[in-house]
């Protein structure tokens, strides 16, 4: 774009970032939104108390620091640290009687052309449990 419109190309790519940066932040703000009123209509039906609910957002923030923590990290570190973390929340989980499927801190699945959610790291189901491979990222 910078070349063809003779443009600085720094100048071009810090609009670029800035516009991406812009659409993360509000996807995140949105993806926040929902996640926060699944809760309350689980806490409204009765399925969650206030304090579980609180719990559950507090757990959110602490898994997303711990993947901005680790976000330079060495893959194989990274993994590990995740599945550790996973079977550490897993197990708070069942010591709070926390159902899994409160615990899905990612974005929404993607749709595929058939309207069904996507594979692996995609929306799709992990190890039985309808966890997310994406589950805490921002």
Not at 23 to 41: G, N, P, Q, R, V
Not at 71 to 79: C, Q, V
Not at 82 to 90: I, Q, R, W
Request: aromatic share 4%.
């Amino acid at each position: 774009i910078a070349e063809k419109f003779d443009l600085d190309e720094d100048e071009v790519q810090a609009v670029v970032d800035e516009q991406r940066e812009t659409h993360k932040e509000e996807m995140k703000a949105k993806h926040d939104e929902i996640f926060e009123t699944m809760l309350a209509t689980a806490v409204e039906d009765g399925d969650l108390t206030q304090d579980q609910a609180d719990e559950i957002l507090e757990k959110r923030d602490e898994m997303q620091t711990l993947m901005e923590l680790l976000k330079d990290s060495e893959e194989e570190d990274r993994k590990a640290a995740m599945k550790e973390a996973f079977e550490e929340l897993k197990a708070w989980a069942e010591e709070n009687d926390i159902g899994m499927e409160y615990l899905r801190f990612g974005p929404p699945p993607r749709m595929n052309n058939q309207g069904q959610g996507g594979g692996q790291g995609q929306g799709g189901q992990q190890n039985g449990q309808g966890m997310r491979s994406g589950m805490m990222m921002r």
